[in-house]
């Protein structure tokens, strides 16, 4: 897979570049308005992170080529702007996703991989982890062959660990991923704490408990090999 | 205009009286006749010369009048050009000159300030980004030891707490700003049931019971987005101090609404609590700007916010105008 950043914050660039190579894919970058565009004009890319402000243009502009001239790549605006007037631009003009700064690096790895998803139509939209196997589309989870009873939160949970698999997952970043930008702070943790618990205990019940692993303090990790 | 138009009667008197005592001086036997001739003539010049004045001052009134129409009608705001039309008067002219120029410096005092606002929270947004980053990658290496995790947790958390408190001051500063000047028909019933829903997780995990009694429908003007703000951090507050097995209670009643919960008892006086950074120090990593905000959206909109604390539990009132 192809991955195209564009995003002037060289250290924030490198972040980004390390984190996708290790996830597998192939990364190519720009820092510049000029240098993206010339990128998007020469080659395909899988899919595009582009920040909106740029060096010698808007990357809104960019997202607007990407859509016309190669409406299968993946667009995510990565961006400080955060009124809801640039979101709706944002995605107006077509882009699959918008990112705040600063964001987690495991929450734009679950919505690329989110997106690539949808916009690939893989038949199967499942993830399989040896006999632990969650449907995405019916939203049920198989563990095994026994379907699990899971509330909405703890499914949401589980798909976002298990699309960082084998990372730490911090809490912050669940709790951003599970409720935006309403809930704050500790509190919150108190309740990812019970549902991950609880989401355990279920996941024990049918001999699958090896896959959630706390990291104390900090998060959690889906574990598989 | 009164004291102007005493003055010139006076002027009027005073030129008859000064008339008549110089006839009676020269012509005794002819006082009364003399008296009389110089009289008419005497004050119909004091009749002309009042309506004149008079209409020279209701001008000045005039114009002044439109210059404050002009400057009620000025929104720092709006790109609108300020324009005063060309009066009679040259001093006229010239205080609309400096007007003007004070609205220019105004403008562009404002402008620059919003453009603060903006590039301190991109660039405060970025770094943040990247330690948050750099954390993460760290965490996921191999062959950490515990304490070594212990000690980035504990940099993640405290980055997150910038990362939030960043997030509240600028939005503090754009409520100062009145950036939220999108006013429209407010239900408070329906924002505080959608906001509710989004405490649902929170309130079911505490325990705590909710009772709504709404009352007839409560509509406010003002920006929906502020309103949503406004009660997210009021119940975001009646959850963090409450106690296991709480309640909250929501009561409307026509523009009053009150909000109670129970709670621990507060150390800090109660009028403090609105200031900046102030904070109950027993529950731990609250930002205390969540007050701040509350308080800041109440002065927008004139709502009346008061606090009570009496038979063990805490109260919010909020009176809309």
Known sequence: MKVLIVEDEQELLDLM?????????????????REGYKKINNYKYDCAIVDLNLPGGDGLKLIDILRKEMPNTATIIISARNTLDDRINGLEVGADDYL???FNLSELNARIKAILRRKTNQMSNELVFGSLLIDLDKRSVVANETTLKLTKKEFDILVYLARNKNRVVTKDSIAEYLWGDYMDDAFSYDF?????????????QNDCGDYLKTVYGVGYKFISN | MNKINGFYIAITATAIFAGLGMARYFFPQQFFTVALISLIPLSILGIGFRIITNRRIQ????QLIQIIGTLEEFDVDEPKKVIFEKSTYQLFNELNESILELIERIRSNYQANRQFTQNAS??????????????EILLNSPHLKEKEITSLGVILQNTNRLAKLNHALILLSKIENNRYSDVETVIIQRVISEMLGNFK????????????????ELTVEMSETLAEILFANLFQNAIRYNVEDGFIRIQIKERTVTISNSGEVLEVAPESLFKRFKREST????????LSIIQRICDLYDIKITYLHQHGLHQLILVFP
């Open chain 2, 59 to 62: 001008g000045v009134q005039n």
């Open chain 2, 283 to 290: 529950v731990e990593e609250s930002l205390g700007l969540g």
């Open chain 1, 17 to 33: 570049l390390r984190y996708m190579k290790r996830e597998g894919y192939v990364c190519e970058h720009a820092t510049t308005f």
């Open chain 1, 100 to 102: 705040t700064k600063p």
């Open chain 2, 201 to 216: 997780d929170l309130i079911n995990l505490q325990e705590i019971k909710v009772t709504e009694d709404f009352g007839e």
């Open chain 2, 122 to 135: 991109h660039e405060l947004q970025t770094p943040l980004a990247i330690i948050k980053g750099h954390v």
């Open chain 1, 192 to 204: 990812i704490y019970a549902h991950v618990k609880n989401l355990r205990k279920k996941l024990v």
